[in-house]
Each structure stands twice: as structure tokens, then as C-alpha cells.
């Protein structure tokens, strides 16, 4: 198996209560099969707690959240009592994998981490200025592909691969950037860009349409329906809309560092998704959406308070990771809407 993952990856570790967020609430956690069983198996009064909060449903068992959306085994001090009392190797799947993920295709394994870490995001904002990926092989077999499905595959990761070199690339705006790697997309598939873009949909979207398309998605936290609710103003404004160029200007260096730097990070994470979605489309339609949606977010952010910094930054990605790409049906959504 081919392993590959970022530089970063090796970087992150959790901090746990010092964290300005927290993983343990907003979303029910999944308890996998194995730990389920063995939370079943404790003894004493903790043992009768863990027993208390388990729910099983058809496809599994979790720990439903509270009237307050945590986790029941998140205590004040935003630590995890399933830790402090039975230690590390006591956490379930979801705990101990968080904020990583793994996707498979083949004897191919591409890691990463989600933005809706903000600790990851610091590390990826503050600490990265290039992103480097690591490659590695273990003795473990994957799935085994067609040769049809191998070719394709190779031709994804080499187009994946030509992006994110070219977003990295510096001396070019981040807009002028994201035309070429739309441009990139456009050749791998045999048509001309300019024709391509023609019939992109998503780039002809108003905020205001891309908005409205967010809203309508499930989401778990009230402060991100307040940001929504906040962002459609703002869209239906024109005279707040005609100071985009001016934050444009304003923060031009810091976008251009920024906007790119998060796209390497969709790119990475979701043109693989070809593999199965069966059209390259779908993930340059969410790379594109996401991002200008983010941008959007920025932009509201300096209309609010006037300026931003790197700590917008963290925030805004970390709140749309944590609403957005937490849930398959709000990516596929992002994907496929037209």
C-alpha cells in the first residue's frame, strides 16, 4: 500500500482542553462496534455511566449529545472523562482518529486532517508556508483495481498533483490562479477552457445564490444559521457588495497566501472523489463553491469588525469545515447542486 499524507500531518497534536473549540460538541458520536462492547464491560460506577449513554440503532451505537449539544463524557474543563478514567487507549474510533481521515482506492491510502480542527488550522495557517506531501509504502494489500481503474486513478492523482503545484506557485493572484487550474481541469478532459467554463454553472452564481444553496443544507450548529442569516444580508446589500474591491486591495497579499493555500487543501482531500463520483466536475463544482463561499466569509468578517487577521482565517475555514464537510450529504449537495 502507498501511503501519502502532508508534512503537517506529523506536526498535530491535540491540546485537548486549551482548545478554543471543542470535538465533543455539536455532533452525536459515533461508538464503534468494538468499544461499544467494551464500554458494556465496565464495572463500578463509570461502568454504569458509560451503559446509561449508549444508544443503539440499526446502523450502530453513539453517545446521543445533551440538552447543551456535548458530549456526556465532555466535563467542564472540556476534558473527556472516557480519558481520565479509563486512559487513551479507552477512546472509541471516531475520539481517536479526529481530526484525521483515511480514503482508500486501490493499493493508494491518502491521509489527512479537517480544517474544523482549529489547532490543525493554526498549524496549517501559521506554520506551513508550503505544503508538502510525504510518501510512504507499507506490506498491506489493498482492493485490487482494473487496469482501467489503475490508469484512471494514476491520471487523477497526476492532475491533483499539477494543481496544487500550481497554487503554490507564487506571483499570481488567487483568482488568477484558480482560472488556471480550472483551465488544467478543462484540458485533462479534452476541452478548450475558455468553451469549458462556458458551461460551468457554479461560476455564474451571485453570493446571493450561493448562499441560499448553503442554507438549505442540514446543519448543527446556530451560530453557523446566524452566519448565514448575517452573509444573505450582506449579499442583498449592494453597497455593502461594491467594498469587495476595496477588501480585495486591502488584504491582496494575505488572499493570495490564504484562498490558494485552502484550495491545496480541498484538492488534496477531493479530487480523488473522482474515483467515485465518476465526473472530476463535482469536485472542481465543491473546490470552487468552497471557496468563494470562505472568501465570502472573510469579507463579512472585515465588514463586521473592520479588519481581519490569520485568526479570521482559522475561523472561518474551521467553521465551514465543521458545518460543510462533516456530512456526506452536504458535500454531495455542494457538488452536484446547479
Not at 464503534?32 to 444508544?55: A, N, P, T
Not at 458551461?199 to 442540514?218: N, P, W
Not at 465551514?320 to 450529504?329: A, F, M, N, P, R
Request: hydrophobic residues 30%; charged residues 30%.
Amino acid at each position: 500500500m502507498i501511503l501519502e499524507y502532508p508534512e503537517y500531518y506529523e506536526s498535530f497534536r491535540c491540546i485537548g482542553g486549551d482548545c478554543p473549540d471543542t470535538c465533543c460538541a455539536g455532533w452525536e458520536v459515533d461508538v464503534d462496534r468494538e468499544s461499544s462492547q467494551y464500554y458494556k464491560s465496565v464495572d463500578g460506577e463509570f461502568g454504569k455511566r458509560l451503559k446509561e449513554h449508549i444508544c443503539e440503532d440499526g446502523e450502530g451505537c453513539y453517545f446521543p449529545l445533551t440538552k447543551d449539544k456535548r458530549c456526556p463524557f465532555l466535563n467542564k474543563e472540556n476534558l473527556c472523562d472516557i480519558y481520565t478514567n479509563l486512559g487513551e487507549e479507552s477512546l472509541c474510533q471516531t475520539c481517536t482518529e479526529y481530526p484525521r481521515y483515511f480514503m482508500d482506492i486501490g493499493n493508494y491510502e491518502q491521509t489527512d486532517m479537517s480544517l474544523s480542527c482549529m489547532e490543525l488550522g493554526r498549524i496549517f495557517y501559521t506554520e506551513t508556508p508550503v505544503i508538502e506531501y510525504v510518501r510512504s509504502e507499507n506490506p498491506v494489500e489493498g482492493e485490487p483495481l482494473t487496469e482501467d481503474d489503475r490508469d484512471t486513478l494514476v491520471e487523477i492523482l497526476s492532475l491533483r498533483n499539477k494543481c496544487i503545484s500550481l497554487l503554490q506557485d507564487t506571483g499570481h493572484s488567487f483568482n488568477d490562479k484558480l482560472l488556471e487550474v480550472r483551465a488544467l481541469v478543462s484540458y485533462a478532459e479534452g476541452e478548450d477552457p475558455g468553451e469549458k467554463d462556458k458551461s460551468r454553472g457554479f461560476l455564474t452564481e451571485s453570493y446571493k445564490e450561493l448562499i441560499l444553496l448553503y442554507e438549505s443544507l442540514d446543519s448543527i450548529n446556530e451560530e453557523w444559521s446566524e452566519k448565514l442569516s448575517y452573509y444573505k444580508e450582506l449579499s442583498d446589500n449592494p453597497s455593502k457588495l461594491d467594498m469587495i474591491p476595496e477588501f480585495t486591495s486591502l488584504y491582496s497579499e494575505k488572499l493570495d497566501e490564504w484562498i490558494p493555500k485552502t484550495g491545496v487543501y480541498f484538492i488534496f482531500r477531493y479530487f480523488i472523489d473522482t474515483m467515485t463520483d465518476g465526473d472530476i466536475e463535482n469536485e472542481l463544482c465543491f473546490v470552487h463553491r468552497s471557496l468563494r463561499l470562505i472568501f465570502f466569509m472573510l469579507f463579512a468578517e472585515w465588514v463586521s469588525k473592520g479588519n481581519i487577521d490569520v485568526s479570521d482565517m482559522i475561523y472561518v475555514a474551521h467553521l465551514y469545515s465543521k458545518e460543510v464537510e462533516h456530512d456526506d450529504g452536504n458535500v454531495d449537495r455542494i457538488k452536484k447542486s446547479v
